[in-house]
């Protein structure tokens, strides 16, 4: 399975944007689905994850801000951002747990988020 992600882009502080993010069986959106962030020089962090259910979990950081939501008969999950800081800019990476095999996850190619002061 294949995850697109898109929505990255350029914004200033207090800005929005939003992120989506399919996979390409949709079989595979009965698995917990998350965005992660990574910034240069840093390790790849969790952002917030959803699971088929409904459960959500967020980072301390973007609680507030974020909000993850996820349409399982469209497939995609969506990440809003809303008052964007600086220290928002990072690549973001959707994850998809397999619903049909533990240990084994999916990654999306990344997609750009930059917040200018």
């Known amino acids: 399975v294949q995850l697109q992600a898109s929505g990255g882009g350029m914004v200033q502080a207090g800005g929005s944007l939003r992120l989506s993010c399919t996979p390409s069986?949709?079989?595979?959106?009965?698995?917990?689905m998350g965005w992660f962030q990574q910034a240069p020089g840093k390790e790849r962090e969790l952002v917030a994850a959803?699971?088929?259910?409904?459960?959500?979990n967020y980072a301390d950081s973007v609680k507030g801000r974020f909000t993850i939501s996820r349409d399982n008969a469209k497939n995609p999950v969506y990440l809003q951002m809303n008052n964007l800081k600086p220290e928002d800019t990072a690549v973001y990476y959707c994850?998809?747990?397999?619903?049909?095999?533990?240990?084994?996850?999916?990654w999306g190619q990344g997609t750009q988020v930059t917040v200018s002061s």
């Open positions: 994850n998809l747990d397999s619903p049909f095999r533990a240990g084994v996850e999916y």
């Open positions: 069986a949709r079989t595979f959106s009965r698995g917990t």
């Open positions: 959803i699971t088929s259910g409904g459960s959500i």
